[in-house]
């Protein structure tokens, strides 16, 4: 009888739990006791008993050694597998890709369709940035481009605090290896260049030259008068055509208009155009004009610029 017993045992704990042919989603939240956590995984659509499982939680000796978070049952599963995965915390994990060149109005439609709890969405932009312990400091360009995972209910501050502490060590680590003779006076001045170098680089061999132009211009105290800055301007107002009205218009980010660098970053600047925006490419461009492949000619004085302007903007 004993024998029988522990057979029985052995086949429930090793046999597939009874499920669809889907994966079943288990959320389980903070302090849920392991009886609990027994009739969550039953409510989620495994069709097992309650208390079997229950008991199992218990006798296994781990039952208080489960984690709470967000799982994924998949088909196949079996008891002995469901509590190794509730106990090691194996939680299900989605991923946001946050993409070099994008504002802040791009992450934040990015966030709004990930699955992700909103704690942000109600939050106007200083509001967020108290929150995440930054306040006074512009979100633009704060956050550090690239792949972050995370647990289907996490809350969006959260993917948002550790995009912004990667840009703080991103920052720091780029802002280390400046060239000695840079115009750049501090990491935020640094930050907000690089911005410009990722909206303006087609082509990453360009990087560090498109660098060198900005940084000849801002050591001669020229306009920089970069496109993109002034789109960023526009805001919500550009409508994808560019005109000489908008150039001609003075805003904080019309570079045509004023000179050095803009108030804030424009965009998000990857690892590149970081080290691009501290070690330029050592150059006599002060000009550089959209090839329309990609790449960018680049140009020591206004003749050649006006020229090439000519040949690749209006086939002249």
Known sequence: MVLALAGAAWWWLHAPLPMGEAAIELAIEPGTSPRGVARDVQAAG???DARLLYWWFRLSGQSRLIKAGNYEIAPGSTPLG????????DETLRALTLVEGWNFRQVRAALATAELKPDSAALGEAALMERLGRTGVAAEGRFFPDTYTYAKGASDLTVLRRALHAMDRQLAAAW?????????KTPDEALVLASIVEKETGREADRALVAGVFTNRLRASMLLQTDPTVIYGLGERFDGNLRKRDLQTDT????YTRTGLPPTPISMPGKASLLAAVQPERTKALYFVARGDGSSHFSSSLDEHNRAVGRYQRGQ
């Open 176 to 184: 280390e290896q400046r060239a000695a003779d840079t115009p750049l």
């Open 46 to 48: 495994v069709r097992t």
């Open 252 to 255: 904080p980010y019309n570079t």
């Open 82 to 89: 469901l509590l190794d995965k509730l106990v090691r915390g």
